[in-house]
């Protein structure tokens, strides 16, 4: 009798016990192993080639020459001469180089994935047709998630989406494409009515990222509209920042700096990063000088004053443009994006810049993120 009862202790009490540990143990040494992963969703300034893929145009891609000259010597779908902040980040948080899903041979998503979409906005009307919107980014998220519960099950799943951190960079194209398209979108609604249809599209999808298990979130605001090389060329901007562009920009980027208040208030465990990309670069295009470039306001690679005409590498509707002979004296690369070293420079202000730094305007930085 004593004999059964403790075989009968040790198969109820001490062999599950066993597995449990085993098990936690083998959770612990798998998110070890593959690290926090990194889940990157936007446009432009974070797509890392996903554009390469779709069929669109030209003025959405930027698979070839000389994008990508400098730290890759090669174009990769990168709108820049090299890394852009996500690469960096990566490598901040030991990671490797973080693959556009649409990349053909990627076949695990342990370490994540990158969503973005050159041109993409939260509206699916922005350019429509030639990007991958926001939703449809959250909806290719879906199958990841789905990918990691069928090779790590639910809970494991569940786990590494939790401890994942989500970076945004949406909204530039959304009131970008009414100005490069003459479209007449703006004049149907008021700024802050149209601004609320972009920040209701974004907080869709980051309610529903939380509702999957995502808990942390990072997100860049809008940067100066009005002073992108491309702007200042227009003939309302006459060389100047166009105030117009840069009004509804700063109407944006309250607007997000309060719903990540009011998610914060909402949502249990909702953790998050906002770093203010607009008066970074005011800053840098007003004195570059303080932040080693020697040009804030026009571009390394294009055409005109300013070097303002989007035509760097000669395959879109313009095909001459000019390239300066060191893109890390510039911060603008091409007529809307930046350099790698401008891109260095804010990467590593987000992830190192501390709470009360002028530009970190969430709680946390991102290596808070990462190791939270």
Not at 238 to 245: A, H, I
Not at 296 to 302: I, R, V, Y
Request: hydrophobic share 35%; proline share 5%; with cysteine.
């Amino acid at each position: 009798m004593t004999k059964i009862t403790r075989e009968h202790f040790f198969y109820a009490f001490f062999l599950p016990a066993v597995l449990i540990s085993a098990r936690c143990k083998a959770t612990s040494e798998n998110q070890k192993k593959h690290g926090v992963a990194f889940f990157i969703f936007g446009d432009s300034f974070l797509d890392a080639g996903n554009n390469n893929y779709i069929n669109t145009t030209t003025l959405d891609q930027a698979n070839f020459w000389p994008y990508g000259e400098t730290y890759f010597q090669f174009p990769t779908g990168r709108f820049s001469d090299g890394r852009l902040v996500p690469d960096f980040i990566a490598k901040y948080a030991n990671l490797p180089f973080i693959p556009p899903f649409l990349q053909p041979g990627i076949d695990q998503y342990y370490h994540g994935v990158n969503f973005a979409s050159a041109g993409a906005g939260a509206l699916a009307e922005t350019f429509e047709g030639d990007v991958i919107d926001l939703k449809t980014q959250l909806r290719y998220y879906k199958k990841v998630e789905n990918w990691l519960r069928h090779k790590l099950g639910n809970d494991e799943a569940r786990m590494t989406i939790s401890k994942a951190v989500h970076l945004f960079s949406i909204g530039s194209n959304d009131y970008l494409s009414p100005f490069l398209t003459n479209s007449t979108v703006l004049k149907s609604y008021t700024n802050s009515k149209y601004v609320g249809m972009v920040i209701g599209n974004l907080t869709t999808v980051v309610k529903e990222i939380y509702r999957l298990g995502g808990r942390k979130f990072a997100f860049i605001n809008v940067p100066p509209l009005g002073c992108l090389p491309t702007i200042r060329i227009s003939r309302a901007a006459n060389g100047s920042c166009l105030k117009e562009t840069s009004l509804v920009a700063a109407l944006h980027n309250k607007a997000l700096s309060k719903l990540l208040r009011e998610l914060e208030k909402q949502l249990k465990g909702f953790k998050h990063s906002l770093f203010d990309l607009n008066s970074f670069l005011e800053q840098r295009i007003n004195h570059p000088s303080k932040f080693g470039f020697r040009q804030g306001k026009s571009a390394c690679c294009g055409t005109g004053p300013f070097r303002g005409g989007f035509s760097c590498g000669g395959r879109r509707l313009v095909k001459q443009f000019e390239l300066c002979e060191n893109p890390n004296e510039y911060v603008f690369w091409d007529s809307i994006h930046l350099t790698e070293q401008a891109y260095k420079q804010l990467a590593d202000q987000m992830w190192g810049g501390g709470v009360g730094h002028p530009h970190v305007l969430g709680p946390y930085n991102l290596m808070n993120l990462f190791h939270t």
